[in-house]
């Protein structure tokens, strides 16, 4: 498709132009840093790729691309055993395991691409699909199979142009949605946001404080995270395992290189009993924003001291005294999400099958498989 926007493919951090990071001023998840976190500790199921995109010699835009083998995966997760998850599994390994996406799959939310100002939203569609579909005739002529290729987490800001590109050839769907957290002006305090929250809800913030008695919270340093790697690891991989639907685990070395690259914006909080680590959780400082990343807990400390609720409150806590003006909690665990204050977001993707035949039933088939989730939002203020 005619597009006057160019593109060059990187794989390499250190073959990206100086002045990429001009552009993801306002991500950190586009940043030269972020990528080589995933250049260093990606996945071992996932390619990443970085694309740089230009009008007449002038980057005007740059751009994440991942490509995922979701054969390498000895599990989807493990929490539902059910028949629909039988089929799911069988499908997805047979005929959905090779996943090329313009987007970041470890995340939630618009962290694809950004181009400078002025720029028109048709051309940044054009040009995104058209780098895609190079990119995927690439990695084809590589010996690799293509199954399945998307672009994922868009807001309704870029759908209207993106919706007339793509929806020619693409089914857009939404999933579950993006929890974001506001602050409001007035809170200084995490006082000030107790003082905000009705009767219920006050009560229910007293009950988890006082469950947590016991848990010392500390913020791990670079050498203290590689001291406990081992533990580390063995509790985000239990909350992973469990999840209702993987496309991924994480590299056992990923939170050590976050930190030593990201250093003081990438923020690593241990939760202990008797100095034995029994959960964490992990913060990222994305401008204005507070990024929640992943976690671990032992099960069965979480459900006796709400443990998980709690980390919630701290990432608040943090959050608001430090000047954030949002929290973006991201997918999963919607409702109590919702019951500290999270709304949720809207974002959509789009998807093809390249198999004609199944592409015609991508509808069908996405609706069946997407895990539902019920739940009821939460309105925890006054």
């Not at 007339?164 to 693409?170: A, D, G, S």
């Not at 690891?233 to 999840?243: G, M, S």
């Not at 639907?245 to 990201?262: C, G, Y």
């Amino acid at each position: 498709m005619n597009s006057k926007i160019q593109f060059t493919f990187y794989s390499k951090v250190s073959k990206l132009p100086e002045n990429w990071n001009s552009l993801a001023v306002n991500n950190i998840f586009l940043s030269k840093e972020y990528l080589a976190v995933l250049e260093k500790s990606a996945p071992n199921n996932m390619s990443c790729f970085f694309i740089g995109f230009y009008i007449e010699d002038n980057l005007v835009g740059i751009a994440l691309s991942q490509f995922l083998n979701l054969n390498l995966l000895k599990s989807f997760g493990d929490r539902d055993k059910c028949v629909k998850s039988s089929v799911r599994n069988f499908i997805f390994k047979n005929f959905c395991s090779h996943v090329l996406l313009i987007g970041n799959n470890m995340l939630t939310g618009q962290n694809a691409f950004a181009f400078s100002e002025g720029i028109d939203k048709k051309d940044i569609a054009l040009g995104l699909l058209n780098a895609m579909n190079e990119l995927k005739a690439n990695i084809q002529s590589s010996g690799k199979k293509v199954h399945i290729t998307s672009l994922k987490d868009y807001e309704n800001t870029d759908i209207v142009a993106f919706e007339k590109e793509l929806n020619k050839e693409y089914f857009q769907f939404s999933t579950q949605p993006n929890m974001v957290f506001t602050i409001l002006e007035n809170w200084k305090t995490e006082q000030d946001y107790i003082d905000a929250l009705s009767k219920k809800y006050r009560d229910q913030y007293k009950r988890a404080r006082k469950k947590a008695e016991g848990i010392e919270k500390r913020k791990l340093n670079l050498q203290e995270i590689i001291a406990l790697e081992d533990e580390i690891y063995e509790l985000y991989f239990h909350v992973a395992q469990n999840a209702p639907f993987n496309t991924f685990f994480l590299a056992k070395n990923h939170f050590r290189v976050f930190k030593e690259i990201l250093k003081d914006k990438f923020l690593f909080y241990g939760y202990f009993i008797d100095n034995k680590l029994i959960g964490f959780n992990t913060l990222i400082k994305n401008g204005a924003a507070m990024d929640t990343y992943f976690l671990g807990y032992d099960e069965s400390i979480q459900k006796e001291k709400l443990l998980y609720l709690n980390m919630l409150y701290d990432m608040i806590a943090y959050s608001i005294n430090k000047g954030f003006h949002e929290i973006v909690f991201a997918r999963t665990a919607l409702e109590i999400k919702s019951s500290v204050g999270a709304k949720p977001v809207e974002v959509f993707g789009f998807i093809k099958h390249e198999t004609k035949l199944i592409d015609r039933c991508t509808k069908t088939i996405f609706n069946y498989l997407e895990p539902k989730t019920e739940w009821q939002e939460r309105n925890p203020f006054k």
